[in-house]
């Protein structure tokens, strides 16, 4: 069963909702306690939210903020507790996301 929303969410759609929330496909939350980051559906007629997916992982440590790129391609989550940067590739027309291989998904000054 997916997690409740946490009590520390932060809003995470600033980007996308800057450019009309009518043309929002998902909503991204993240979460700094749990390290959570939270995608969910929104329907373009109701705005109505479902849950979609919930991440987790060692770079989402201390989550507290996400920002999409400009194209809308690529979600990133600047985690504290972990000292990273995690980056999402993410699909323009269902808002879903998916984790990049290779270097390119995380940038961090752990060791």
Do not use: H, Q, W
Request: charged letters at 10%; a neutral charge.
């Amino acid at each position: 069963m997916p997690p409740e929303v946490p009590a520390d969410a932060s809003a995470a759609t600033r980007n996308e909702l800057g450019r009309g929330a009518a043309r929002s496909v998902a909503v991204y939350l993240v979460s700094r306690v749990s390290g959570y980051l939270i995608t969910f559906n929104r329907n373009g007629t109701t705005g109505a939210l479902s849950l979609a997916a919930v991440a987790v992982g060692a770079y989402l440590t201390g989550a507290n903020d996400v920002v999409l790129s400009p194209d809308g391609t690529s979600l990133y989550v600047a985690a504290y507790g972990a000292n990273a940067v995690a980056a999402f590739s993410r699909n323009t027309t269902d808002g879903s996301l998916g984790v990049l291989s290779g270097t390119g998904k995380c940038v961090s000054t752990s060791t």
